[in-house]
């Protein structure tokens, strides 16, 4: 009934989101039935084959789960969709499968074989979900499935996907811990790898599935104290926490000697130590034993890479390092967090709520660390309770006799508040304060005493319990306060209180004699109506009273006694019993009538008021177990120092056997620095922190961070050069290009250094680097094609703008290319290990109309890039540039267009292959407002046009650049080329070997890739060389004129290797030319990419038989 | 580590819910019910609840509960800072994070927090890398959307996701290039009775709205760069360039972000820029009081006080006020017990007075504390910690950008107990 309207309404109303119609059902009567004819309609749109409608299903569906709606009948209609094109769609659909898979679990196998299909794909953000996904559902069966995918994503190209794969560990270990083993495996993988994005996902795995095995953090221990600074915010949390652990097992405590002094002094925070070591001698014995403490560099390193996290916006992040160093940093330097930590109560009040938390803990065992933030904890009458009271335990905890008076007058203010909670808790810090510091006890107690005059009946009542505590101190002295105390039984109605002041008066009847017979009567009176704790009391009262004075209160006893006997409680029942037997002596009675009076007026020891957060610090602080003071689920126990220092050269990086030879060693420190924030990367525990602190810190400074030059920076360009050169010197191979380039740089550094180094200038002389770039790069141009990109690379290191860490590898690269079969010989080639690199940072599109390529590459330089952003793909090597035809000049109306291939990384986007496009107007009148408009392109094509260019006056001609992401197909980009006037219709078709951009890649890993790229994926063919083609040179150049791709050094004389990465997927092509006797020779092309492959070998067989 | 979220309306209703590993029961959140109802105030909430199976944490921002589920033992910070950080980007996706906003773009909302966790684990929380994954939601888009068939979801891995400046994207474009820098400084000050400085310090902060094109490389520099006591930064800025030469360095994000928060080191004597002249009483027996208070300027650099409102929380007692205003208008919520005197704009030579009865209810006590008065004020272009930005140095790209900087000082938390 209410069902067909609300259907015919939601048809109509579905371009609005559909969620809350889905909120208010209509009667519950017509649910079921509205239900199923809702999903109906559901179902229908998702088997629609229209995208939209498609589309407009799962986001009402989305809604729905959203919302908590079931909406798991429709699974079988939404499965089907897994594979559809549109990506929205596909989104939607894993939301849903991820919801429900684990109840459908085996509809849910349908989609196995998409993510399967996915995981291949060369869009490493279609790889990284399809493996999101999959580790996902929770569906057990698929554990094979997902476990293989985990391994093959460990050790994809894409750190994105490596990351993924770290994400998807701890899935899988919970879906099935029997892989645990298997697991380790790739944790231990990943957790080698040295690039940023992986690191704090990997030790997230880490945690989760094997904690315990701290061994296999040795090995990366330096690395992630160097990679820290770079991680992701959440990543770093999960760093830092793991490396307090990491550091409690493997260094000594740098506080040993001062704890042994303490111990004897603060038994309390050692004493579970002390039982240990029973003997005192021995102690003694093992202190002078000990050597003077000398911190593990590698101590030194961690607390050095965290301190400046202490800056982070990210809370969290600030409070990991203040932990860190609450629980490793020598006494000294502890006091370095406060300040950061203070700062953090600025922020939201949950946050405030965690770090006042810890601060507690931490003000307990370093008070002096707070202390000058004394007045940051000062409470506002606009805080929420529970952040007040915290801030007075902080409070309380930094009191001492200096500060106490301003702390007491600013107690006074706090009593006045409106908040009674927070009065109370102010009272009972009062009171805290009283016994901790015995000079202001009667002062307290005073204004306590005047507290109980106050008007509100919690006040006094908590004055009454706190000043019940503070008397049992020192009871003689006060008999006129108990006094006072006894006359308030009248007024006070709060049960602690008058319990409190009823067991002050059993307690020292002897100093109010008159007194406590005659509360003892009135309490008698109203015992009935008393609450428990207060009957229990008045027995207690009425019993020591009969011990001390049975005349006067004989009956009195009695008859509370009797009340008592009667009570609905059982407790009160008991004790009546229990002391009626004691203190009457019947016949039956025994022995221990006679200690009566020993048993309830015993000396009874003060009370200790103390801390709520005392040795809480046994807890990892900062941890949930820390904040609930209760050992949550998976919480790793922070252990305690060990007493010998476990080996220290566990955490040494092994050296490969090939950087014994000693100046490659220092080269491959040169090559490695940059990519780490700090200079000490690999090398061993010789190079300690602390043995040179300045030149390190400087060092630090210039190579560390995420790109921290800049060119006003002097040390910085300075040190640069010094680290270039120093290089080029090292290389023995010193060909004369090479020193005249450093002559050239040491000009170039001379004059900078000379001129005034105002900031103001900076830009000018910027232009001027710039101008001498331009200058330089034609000429490189015309000379040899290397020699040309040698000098990009060059000008690169020296550019102002561009980060230390870009450099130095681009020269050591464009050197190795140029001896490739000299000395240098293949095995230092693997000095540089390809997954180290991401794909090359955006770069600036240039943004005026008309600018030549050479700019653009200039410009190249000139981008500021990252450390670890180093190009991972070579400047192109150059075979003669063919130009090709985009429109002829009968055809365009006299204005004639060329293309090219530059063979130059696309500025702006990797994925795309950069077009030179030549433009000249035969026309005799202007051109205007040239542009690029309506590509038709495929699917996953994408076109970045060359800026508008404005005007080409006739003869002219303009040279610009295009970018275009043919999505590694040879299918041509259509698109249309307006002037004013026209549109030309003009499709660029890219050969095959220009989809490509050449890698840099050992000979070992060019064999290990082959290894992994066999069977359907190798493509041979054999062919006859011609005799023209039958030299190295020859060979080389035409394979590398028919494809983009670079020479991989080679071992055996008649062979010749090239590597090549596709643009767009960055997926591997490796070229095997082999040449046996004569003119036979054998071609062998390993592509993931069969289509590519095939094409490759025709294309370059052709070039080679030409 | 997080298990699952669930945002909760003031009212008490789950508007939305979303599991990153198997499914929570909504029952989870009676507990969490159950802690409110027990702290009457939404503020005192505790932000970490135990129970038996699971951990709550939660936070509360604009009027919404957001409630994540914990299974394991996890730094509550961090789950703390996320939750934030969600609630800034609904914040910055919508232009609220209001419950209307997320339950009409609730698709958006779940392939936003889809994207920001992986198994519970923070994936992606950079604002820029969100925007090209999921763009936001306009009303040019929807349509655009709605006639080509495309769709709101990006189809290739963002550029900042791999490179080592995830909080840029590339290929930022504008016609325009800008840099505005807003120096905003806050007064955080308690002043006594008689009208002395109980505490006070600077917190500053500078926020940026950045609009360049390319990859531009800035470098701000101040005159007076030791001033700044304790600072914290986006991640953007180069820290070690900071210690060296007290320089702030950086690559910017795209758009509007803080880029540093400061602290002026509390040993300078912070210039207190109003002073408050007040007589409050409650005379004993008796159904009223009196009520008189004067804001005048104090050192505020031949600068304008101006935006002064000053709200005064009344004991409960206090039934209804009587009172003129020489300036501004003033209101009393009789429920709330809440003062609120928009004073304006200080003229030195006509010092703002607020004066009157207070009217008690008849019987009870009189309140034995006087309420505190907080004061919020706003000095414009003037840094009151005298910070000075010195230049602003743009590397990398070759146009000329338009800079501009901006001094406010406000009062943060001024209160002046009576």
């Known amino acids: 009934m209410a069902a067909s309207p609300a259907y015919g309404e939601e048809k109509g109303g579905s371009s609005s989101l559909g969620e809350p119609e889905y909120g208010h059902d209509p009667a519950s009567g017509g649910i079921f039935a509205s239900d199923y004819k809702r999903h109906d309609d559901l179902k229908e ?210 506080n040993q000697n001062e704890s042994l002094l303490e111990e004897s002094a603060e038994k309390a925070f050692y004493g579970s130590e002390e039982e240990d070591t029973k003997d005192a001698k021995a102690e003694a014995a093992s202190l002078a034993k000990r050597k003077p403490y000398v911190m593990d560099p590698d101590h030194r390193l961690l607390l050095r890479n965290t301190k400046p996290l202490l800056q982070s916006r990210n809370a969290a992040v600030v409070m990991a390092v203040a932990q860190l160093y609450f629980h490793l940093a020598p006494k000294a330097e502890v006091g370095v967090i406060a300040k950061a930590l203070v700062r953090l109560l600025r922020s939201h009040s949950e946050v405030q709520y965690v770090v006042l938390q810890n601060v507690a803990t931490m003000s307990i065992k370093r008070r002096g660390m707070f202390e000058p933030y004394l007045k940051s904890f000062y409470i506002r009458s606009t805080d929420p309770t529970q952040i007040k009271i915290l801030k007075l335990e902080v409070l309380t905890n930094l009191a001492n006799e200096t500060n106490i008076s301003t702390i007491l007058r600013e107690f006074q203010t706090y009593i006045r508040s409106m908040d009674k909670d927070f009065v109370a808790a102010t009272i009972q810090a009062i009171g805290r304060c009283a016994t901790n510091i015995g000079k202001v006890r009667d002062t307290c107690l005073n204004g306590l005493v005047q507290l109980l005059s106050n008007r509100d009946e919690l006040v006094v009542a908590e004055s009454v319990v706190v000043i019940k505590k503070l008397l049992q101190m020192q009871p003689a002295q006060h008999s006129e306060i108990i006094k006072h105390m006894a006359k308030l039984t009248d007024n006070i109605q709060v049960p602690m209180a008058r319990a409190s002041i009823l067991w002050l008066i059993g307690e020292y009847c002897e100093h109010v004699p008159k007194i406590a017979p005659d509360v003892l009567r009135k309490m008698a009176k109203s015992f009935t109506n008393e609450e428990d704790i207060v009957k229990l009391q008045v027995i207690n009262l009425a019993a020591k009273l009969y011990l001390t004075n049975s005349k006067q209160s004989k009956l009195l006893t009695q008859y509370v006694l009797n009340l008592a006997k009667y009570d609905q409680n059982y407790d009160i029942r008991d004790r009546a019993r229990f002391i009626r037997q004691l203190i009457v002596p019947t016949e039956k009675s025994g022995a221990l009538n006679k200690y009566a009076k020993k048993l309830f007026l015993a000396q009874k020891p003060a009370p200790i008021l103390e801390s709520s957060f005392k040795d809480r610090d046994h807890f990892q602080l900062g941890s949930l177990s820390h904040l609930l003071n209760a050992k949550a689920v998976g919480y790793q126990e922070l252990p305690d120092w060990p007493d010998e220092a476990p080996d220290p050269s566990v955490r040494n990086v092994e050296v490969p056997e090939w950087t014994k030879c000693t100046s490659r060693e220092k080269r491959k420190d040169k090559v490695e620095k940059p990519f780490y924030s700090d200079s000490e990367g690999e090398s061993g525990p010789t190079e300690s922190a602390d043995s040179e602190p300045e030149s390190d810190s400087e060092e630090s400074g210039s190579s560390s961070s995420s790109g921290t030059s800049s060119s006003s920076s002097e040390e910085e360009d300075e040190e ?64 040899h094609a290397e020699s040309s990109s040698e000098e990009a690379s060059a000008s690169e290191s020296s550019s102002s703008g561009s980060d230390s860490g870009t450099e130095a590898p681009t020269v050591v690269e464009a050197k190795r290319r140029k ?17 180290d690199f991401t794909p090359p940072p955006p770069q600036p599109v240039p943004s005026s109309s008309i600018i030549s390529t050479s700019l653009v590459t200039d410009l190249e330089g000139l981008t500021l890039t990252d450390t670890s952003l180093a190009p991972a793909l070579l400047s192109p090597a150059f075979g003669a540039v063919r130009t090709y035809e985009l429109l002829h000049r009968m055809a365009g109306e006299g204005l004639s267009v060329e293309y090219c291939f530059s063979r130059r990384p696309f500025p702006g986007d990797p994925h795309m292959v950069a077009v030179q496009i030549q433009i000249s107007n035969n026309t005799d009148a202007e051109v205007k407002s040239l542009r690029v408009s309506e590509p038709k392109l495929l699917a996953g094509m994408r076109i970045q046009e060359f800026p508008e260019i404005e005007s080409l006056a006739p003869g002219d001609t303009a040279s610009v650049v295009m970018g275009i992401d043919f999505c590694d197909s040879t299918q041509a980009a259509n698109f249309q080329l307006c002037t004013h006037t026209r549109h030309f219709y003009v499709s660029i078709q890219p050969p095959v070997g220009e989809l490509m951009a050449p890698v840099f890649m050992s000979e070992n890993e060019f064999r290990k890739e082959q290894g992994k790229l066999t069977g359907m994926s190798e493509i041979t063919e054999k062919l006859t060389l011609p005799e023209k083609c039958r030299s190295d040179h020859a060979i080389v150049q035409q394979v590398t004129s028919a494809a983009n791709v670079g020479r991989v050094p080679c071992g055996a004389d008649n062979e010749y290797r090239f590597a090549a990465k596709t643009v767009t997927s960055g997926s591997l092509v490796l070229i095997t030319l082999e040449w046996r006797e004569g003119a036979a020779a054998q071609l062998t092309v390993n592509s993931e990419k069969m289509v590519i492959g095939t094409m490759l070998v025709k294309d370059i067989i052709q070039a080679l038989a030409q | 580590m997080i298990h699952s979220l669930f945002l909760i309306n003031c009212s008490g209703d789950i508007f939305l819910e979303k599991h990153w590993k198997s499914v929570v029961s909504q029952s989870v959140c009676d507990y969490f019910f159950e802690a409110q109802e027990k702290a009457i105030d939404v503020e005192n909430v505790p932000p970490v609840i135990s129970t038996p199976l699971h951990y709550l944490i939660s936070i509360y921002r604009d009027k919404i509960f957001f409630v994540s589920v914990i299974q394991t033992e996890v730094p509550p910070l961090f789950v703390i800072e996320f939750l934030h950080r969600v609630a800034d980007t609904f914040q910055d996706y919508f232009g609220e994070c209001s419950e209307t906003a997320i339950k009409d773009n609730v698709v958006i909302v779940y392939e936003l927090l889809e994207e920001m966790l992986d198994n519970g684990f923070p994936l992606a929380t950079e604002s820029n890398i969100l925007k090209e994954l999921i763009k936001p939601p306009t009303i040019l888009r929807s349509v655009v959307n709605s006639i080509t068939g495309s769709s709101n979801v990006g189809d290739t891995l963002p550029t900042g996701q791999l490179s080592n400046i995830p909080w840029r994207r590339a290929g930022v474009k504008y016609t325009n290039n800008e840099a505005y820098f807003d120096v905003i400084e806050e007064i955080d000050a308690i002043i006594d009775k008689s009208g002395s400085t109980v505490f006070a310090e600077i917190q500053g902060v500078i926020d940026s709205c950045i609009k360049l094109s390319g990859m531009p490389d800035l470098s701000l520099s101040f005159m007076n760069p030791r001033l700044l006591d304790d600072v914290s930064f986006h991640p953007c800025i180069r820290f070690k360039r900071w210690e060296s030469e007290r320089v702030l360095s950086f690559i910017p994000p795209d758009g509007n972000f803080r880029l540093i928060s400061y602290r002026v080191s509390s040993q300078n004597l912070v210039a207190i820029p109003v002073y408050v002249k007040h007589l409050i009483s409650f005379k004993e027996n008796s159904s009223s009081g009196r009520f008189d208070v004067t804001i005048g300027p104090k050192q505020n650099m031949g600068k304008t006080v101006e935006g002064v409102v000053m709200t005064v929380h009344m004991p409960k007692a206090v039934l209804n006020m009587n009172l003129t205003a020489t300036q501004g208008s003033y209101t009393f919520d009789p429920v709330t017990k809440v003062l609120a005197w928009d004073v304006g704009k200080i003229t030195p030579q ?69």
């Not at chain 1, 001896?819 to 540089?832: F, M, N, Q, V």
């Not at chain 2, 009151?384 to 930005?389: A, D, F, P, T």
């Open chain 1, 819 to 835: 001896i490739p079969s000299s000395k240098a010989g293949p095995k230092e080639i693997s000095l540089l290990d390809l997954d």
């Open chain 1, 45 to 254: 749109m998702l088997d629609s084959n229209k995208d939209s409608l498609k589309l407009e299903a799962m986001k009402r569906i989305v809604a729905m789960i959203a919302r908590g709606k079931n909406a798991s009948d429709l699974f079988p209609a939404v499965v089907k969709n897994v594979a559809c094109k549109n990506i929205e769609v596909k989104k939607l659909v894993y939301v849903y499968l991820v919801r429900y898979a684990e109840e459908q679990q085996d509809l849910a196998l349908l989609s196995i074989s998409t993510f399967q299909r996915g995981l291949k794909d060369p869009n490493q953000l279609i790889r990284a979900s399809a493996l999101r996904v999959l580790s996902s559902i929770r569906v057990p069966i698929i554990v094979p499935i997902m476990m293989l995918a985990i391994k093959e994503a460990a050790s994809d190209m894409s750190p994105y996907v490596r990351k993924t794969a770290a994400h998807a560990i701890p899935k899988l270990y919970s879906l099935d811990s029997d892989q645990k083993d298997q697991l380790i495996e790739v944790i231990e993988k990943l957790l080698a790898d040295k690039t940023t994005l992986v690191a704090g996902s990997v030790v997230m795995a880490f945690e989760e599935v094997c904690p315990e095995r701290i061994d296999l953090i040795h090995k990366n221990y330096r690395k992630l104290c160097n990679l820290l600074i770079d991680v992701e915010e959440w990543g770093q949390v999960v760093i830092i926490n793991m490396l307090t652990r990491y550091a409690r097992t493997q260094f000594l405590s740098p």
């Open chain 1, 720 to 783: 640069e050069e010094e680290g270039g050169s120093e290089e080029q010197s090292e290389d023995k191979e010193g060909e004369e290009e090479e020193e005249e380039k450093r002559k050239k740089k040491k000009e170039k550094g001379g004059p900078r250094k000379a001129s005034p180094r105002s900031v103001g200038s900076e830009e000018e002389e910027e232009a001027e680097g710039k101008k001498v770039k331009k200058a330089a790069g034609p000429q490189g141009k015309k000379g």
């Open chain 2, 350 to 418: 006509k010092l703002p007075n607020l004066k009157g009865i207070v009217n008690l209810q008849s019987g009870a006590p009189k309140p034995e504390e006087n309420p505190s008065l907080n004061i919020q004020f706003k000095i414009q272009q003037l840094a009151i910690s005298g910070l000075k930005v010195n230049r602003l140095d743009m590397y990398g790209e070759k146009y000329k950008p338009f800079k501009g900087v901006k001094y406010i000082t406000k009062a943060g938390k001024f209160q002046v107990r009576t």
